[in-house]
């Protein structure tokens, strides 16, 4: 594994948002969820498609706060624009858990 530099690490904007919206992407190889997060102020709201079925359905989703890289490039998933990665990891299946803070913080607030 290369070392990072803190200065690299610091161009890599990781936010917290919350999910207001969520619909199946059936389209999708793999199933998918596509995601309406909230940054709230200047980043606002940002979607993107998520293969999270295993733990989460559309309807259980919405509200729950996530963490996000917000200043990736816009990526084209089927035929969806994916505008930020969502963060998770996998469980001992390999199938993805969402990455949040365990306790409410405001939107769009910086990893650090």
Avoid: C
């Avoid at 997060?37 to 979607?47: A, E, L, P, Q, S």
């Avoid at 089927?78 to 306790?103: R, T, Y």
């Amino acid at each position: 594994m290369d070392d990072l530099s803190f200065d690299d690490f610091l161009k890599v904007d990781i936010r917290v948002g919350r999910v207001v919206q969520a619909e199946p992407y059936p389209e999708a190889r793999k199933p998918a969820i596509k995601l309406w997060v909230d940054f709230g102020g200047d980043i606002g709201i940002r979607k993107s498609s998520a293969q999270i079925t295993k733990h989460y359905d559309p309807e259980m989703i919405v509200g729950k706060q996530v963490m996000a890289v917000v200043n990736f490039p816009p990526r084209q998933i089927g035929k969806f624009m994916s505008e930020i990665l969502v963060l998770g990891l996998p469980d001992e299946n390999g199938d993805i858990v969402l990455v949040g803070p365990d306790q409410p913080v405001p939107a769009g607030g910086r990893m650090h």
